[in-house]
T-cell receptor
Framework: AQTVTQSQPEMSVQEAETVTLSCTYD???????LFWYKQPPSRQMILVIR??????QNATENRFSVNFQKAAKSFSLKISDSQLGDAAMYFC??????????FGKGTRLHILP | DTEVTQTPKHLVMGMTNKKSLKCEQH?????MYWYKQKAKKPPELMFV???????INESVPSRFSPECPNSSLLNLHLHALQPEDSALYLC??????????????FGSGTRLTVV
């Protein structure tokens, strides 16, 4: 079975600085998809960024980028120029071939003004 | 329309009540999902519907009964719930079921309290 591990329950970063959230996963599949979701206090889960395992190029969405290391099964999220609105719970997620999305336990990110 | 709409936003029900949660999307997504999220925990998958047919049931107790009347609507019928069923119930949809790199679009959830 697939597992997703986020080893940082909480992190803090100064506004305008850069922060990296860690995620590792375990799978025997060769073809899969990885996501980072953000859940602010409003509760809605918002897709931040996605990565297809067969693509070597790291995904980027504006201030958000990932460092995808397939051999190491690592999928970290880098947030540049952190803003107050980035404060939220961030979940790393794995989508398997049978369409189950498995979430890590989450990292709560605090932005310090 | 790029949203998944869930109603009600909050629900308080007694253990003998029958209630339903509703989820609607008009994005043409053909897969819809129910997730349960306890406080400070990640969402846990309950059910998956693909093309209006139930394709995954994660061993959910029968007091939760899903229904997909059409491609835009997903219901979760609740009956004889227990206090430990109190949680945030999230609905999500996805363009396709399996084999695609699309993420889910989530609704903002129904906060359920069982008293």
């Amino acid at each position: 079975a697939q597992t997703v591990t986020q080893s940082q329950p909480e992190m803090s970063v100064q506004e305008a600085e850069t922060v990296t959230l860690s995620c590792t996963y375990d799978t025997s599949e060769s073809d899969y998809y990885l996501f980072w979701y953000k859940q602010p206090p409003s509760r809605q889960m918002i897709l931040v960024i996605r990565q297809e395992a067969y693509k070597q190029q790291n995904a980027t969405e504006n201030r958000f980028s990932v460092n995808f290391q397939k051999a190491a099964k690592s999928f970290s999220l880098k947030i540049s120029d952190s803003q107050l609105g980035d404060a939220a719970m961030y979940f790393c997620a794995y989508r398997s071939r049978d369409d189950k999305i498995i979430f890590g336990k989450g990292t709560r990110l605090h932005i310090l003004p | 329309d790029t949203e998944v709409t869930q109603t009600p936003k909050h629900l308080v029900m007694g253990m003998t009540n029958k209630k339903s949660l509703k989820c609607e999307q008009h994005m043409g997504h053909r897969a819809m999902y129910w997730y349960k999220q306890k406080a400070k925990k990640p969402p846990e998958l309950m059910f998956v519907y693909s093309y209006e047919k139930l394709s995954i049931n994660e061993s959910v107790p029968s007091r939760f009964s899903p229904e997909c009347p059409n491609s835009s609507l997903l219901n979760l019928h609740l009956h004889a719930l227990q206090p430990e069923d109190s949680a945030l119930y999230l609905c999500a949809s996805s363009l396709y079921f399996t084999g695609k790199s699309y993420g889910y679009t989530f609704g903002s959830g129904t906060r359920l309290t069982v008293v």
